[in-house]
């Protein structure tokens, strides 16, 4: 019912910036948390940055405050993640969510198929 597609990686040099977007479409609640979450080979999934739909509170994983920005178009129901000063630690799969809150895997309901981002040295 809910579809979530993100868009927007690629292979970007150190230092360089790309920004994903997440289009959502189907039912959901505006109340909800929109996330992205990313996943690097051998490990888990991780939080990244949440952003109310309601009122635009943000959140933020520590090693990417001042770097990455999460924003929303709630026009266009999507939301988007600006990632700056890219480093070869953030290469991952990048995963859209929806979901009531929270910031962890299981306080989500609905997941994109994810965007790849490399990072090279």
């Known amino acids: 019912q809910v579809q979530l597609v993100e868009s927007g990686g690629g292979l970007v040099q150190a230092g360089g910036s790309l920004k994903l977007s997440c289009a959502v479409s189907?039912?959901?609640?505006?109340?909800?948390?929109r996330a992205w979450f990313r996943q690097a080979p051998g490990k888990e999934r991780d939080f990244v940055a949440a952003?109310?739909?309601?009122?635009?509170?943000?959140y933020y994983k520590d090693s990417v405050k001042g770097r990455f920005t999460i924003s929303r178009d709630n026009a266009k129901n999507t939301v988007y993640l600006r990632m700056n000063s890219l480093k070869p630690e953030d290469t991952a799969v990048y995963y859209c969510?929806?979901?009531?809150?929270?910031?962890?895997?299981?306080?989500?309901?609905?997941w994109g198929q994810g965007t790849q981002v490399t990072v090279s040295s």
């Open positions: 952003i109310s739909w309601s009122d635009g509170t943000t």
């Open positions: 969510a929806v979901g009531p809150g929270g910031l962890t895997v299981p306080e989500y309901d609905d």
């Open positions: 189907g039912r959901t609640f505006d109340s909800y948390t």
